[in-house]
């Protein structure tokens, strides 16, 4: 389009553009693209003691070439009970506070577009601050809010709500907290950004019409919101599942989550190829959404 | 609308009640003269003193400062490539995949980003410390670049730089001199973004580092599994205040310049 109204385009224009391609490409092929089909090579191999360690997958014998691929990573981690209860546990708990979460969202969300334009920009700033501050100190200071000596527990001791401290640190309430608190822009912002772009005199038609105005939310407000409902659900879900921070610090050792199996096999067991076949069968569980996602997003782009 | 005020109101309330509770106590709390978070020992300046004089902790914020400024400095030009990529030359070859790769590690978990470049860095033998850090932050932090130059991009009026090649001006001077100027607000808060994200990154960091090089986040991370310290509050309060600082900077000098191109047109 840019280019329709000038002369065509020259031989060197074209070297440029094509370079111009290039630059981004190359980066992300070789640090983005590359280092995945890595993670699937080394989950085939066999785990030594050394660095790197793990066997390389081919070996030069004299005249033949040998290729040694090990599934047995992939069996193990596809029949041992402890990684499959940690992928239920992190699908389950990336479900409960994805779903928590748009109950806190929307109506914030909602709340934020009924406001005059000027308000809404404040209070959307407002929502944004605490996700440029670190997610790891924030984390920390739920510690702090939710230990048995902790403030939460001090406070409803005070009251007289409790007699005995309530255990909730180390607990999967503290991590629902720690997810839904520090994700929660996340789903602010889609959810936000299409309700405040929704066309008004849609609503007010339907009120026009002799809708109550519940009803006018859900048969107009709520399905135009979908979109960024959806959105935000993609954003929060998908990195959830993968969580390391959050379930270190404020779950217990009783609920593992994926993405600390995957750590503890890499700095406790020094098992890389094991690690490596946890994260790509956690990818492949995570193929589903961001295949959906990604086409969602190149379809609104067009 | 079609709620009553109240309901907003109150749901506004909350939620940025929660949102802002931690952020508090964390402040609060840093001025606090006792050890105890439950117990207010009065207030006191000392945690501030002992993360001063902490040489561990000063090392981690210097590595942490200089791979956010060098990652995000790359992310920013990287990133302004593949939005004049995306949104300029609408048809190429692989575009799709390019499109793809750019939005991945935002919904990516971090975890299997970081395997995967702690393995690619192993393979290609190079030796792990704060360029490997950098490397990795500047590949995770491109997309989220990408993405707001990429929506402020979409928004420029093509007509413009149109007319400056129409008077003879080379496509790639006419970008530099008439859409770059308006791209200045987008590419502050690409850059505030990306270092922000790298700034507080512990998992990438901990998978592509070697010894000797430890980020800001894997100090505080090791000490927080060591026990709670107080001195924990004093770090984030200081952090937090650069951040709010440059954020309300970045708001004021996009507001400034946007206010200056309206005044222009």
């Known amino acids: 389009m840019a280019h329709s109204s000038a002369a065509a385009p ?11 391609i290039a630059i981004p490409y190359a980066w992300l092929l070789v640090l983005f693209l590359a280092p995945f089909a890595l993670v ?116 409803l001791l005070k009251i007289g709500l409790i007699s005995e401290p309530l255990r909730i640190l ?87 989550m994926i993405g600390r199996a995957i750590w503890l096999e890499f700095f406790n067991n020094r098992d890389w190829p094991m690690a490596a076949a946890v994260t790509i069968v956690l990818l492949a569980l995570l193929v589903v959404p961001i295949v959906y996602f990604q086409s969602r997003q190149s379809r609104e782009q067009g | 609308m079609t709620k009553p005020r109240w309901f907003n109101r109150l749901s506004i309330l909350f939620g940025l009640a929660f949102l802002y509770l931690p952020i508090v106590v964390l402040v609060v709390y840093s001025f606090n003269g006792s050890k105890l ?40 030009l990287l990133g302004t490539l593949a939005a004049i990529v995306m949104v300029r030359l609408r048809r190429f070859r692989g575009r799709a995949l390019l499109n793809g790769m750019l939005l991945a590690p935002m919904v990516m978990p971090e975890v299997v980003m970081a395997v995967s470049m702690l393995l690619m860095f192993v393979t290609l033998g190079i ?3 704060p360029l490997t850090i950098t ?18 991009l979409v928004e420029l009026d093509p007509s413009l730089e149109e007319a400056a090649r129409d008077l003879g001006c080379p496509p790639a001077k006419a970008f530099v001199s008439v859409a770059l100027p308006n791209m200045i607000p987008a590419l502050v808060s690409a850059w505030l973004l990306s270092f922000t994200l790298s700034l507080d990154d512990l998992v990438i960091s901990s998978f592509t580092t070697g010894p000797g090089a430890s980020t800001l986040p894997m100090k505080i991370y090791s000490q927080i599994k060591f026990g709670v310290t107080p001195e924990i509050n004093a770090i984030s309060t200081i952090i937090l205040g650069i951040v709010v600082f440059g954020l309300v900077a970045a708001q004021l000098v996009s507001r400034r310049s946007e206010q200056r191109v309206s005044a222009a047109a």
């Not at chain 1, 020259?10 to 111009?20: E, I, V």
Request: net charge neutral.
């Open chain 2, 37 to 76: 978070v439950t117990v207010w020992g009065g207030f006191s300046t000392q945690w501030y003193a002992t993360v001063l004089n902490n040489p561990s902790i000063i090392e981690g914020a210097k590595v942490s400062f200089l791979v956010a400024a060098v990652s995000a400095t790359a992310a920013t």
């Open chain 1, 170 to 256: 180390n607990t999967e309430t503290a991590i629902y907290i720690g997810i839904v608190y520090t994700y929660l822009p996340f789903m602010v912002l889609p959810i936000y950004s299409t309700l405040s772009s929704a066309d008004r005199t849609l609503i007010e038609a339907a009120r026009d019409l002799g809708c109550s105005r519940i009803s006018a939310f859900w048969r107009v407000t709520f399905p135009l919101s979908l979109p960024g409902v959806l959105a935000g659900c993609a954003l929060v879900f998908i990195p959830v599942v993968g969580e390391f921070v959050i379930p270190d610090l404020l779950g217990g050792a009783d609920t593992q």
């Open chain 1, 40 to 155: 699937a090579g080394i989950s085939l191999s066999t785990v030594r003691l050394g660095m790197p360690p793990f066997e390389p997958l081919t070996a030069w014998d004299g005249s033949i070439l040998n290729l040694r691929l090990n599934f047995e990573n992939f069996l193990y981690v596809l029949t041992d009970d402890t990684y499959l209860l940690a992928y239920l546990t992190s699908l389950k708990i990336a479900a409960i506070s994805t779903a928590a979460m748009l109950f806190i969202a929307y109506p914030l969300a909602y709340g934020i577009a009924s406001c005059s334009p000027s308000s809404r920009s404040l209070l959307v700033f407002l929502v944004i601050v605490p996700f440029w501050s670190s997610m790891l100190i924030r984390v920390y200071s739920w510690m702090s809010i939710l230990r048995n000596d902790g403030l939460l527990n001090a406070l």
């Open chain 2, 135 to 152: 490397l990795a932050h500047t590949t995770f932090t491109l997309c989220f670049a990408t993405v707001v130059l990429q929506s402020r």
């Open chain 2, 127 to 129: 030796d792990r410390g």
């Open chain 1, 10 to 20: 020259s031989a060197k224009a074209n070297w440029g553009k094509r370079l111009l």
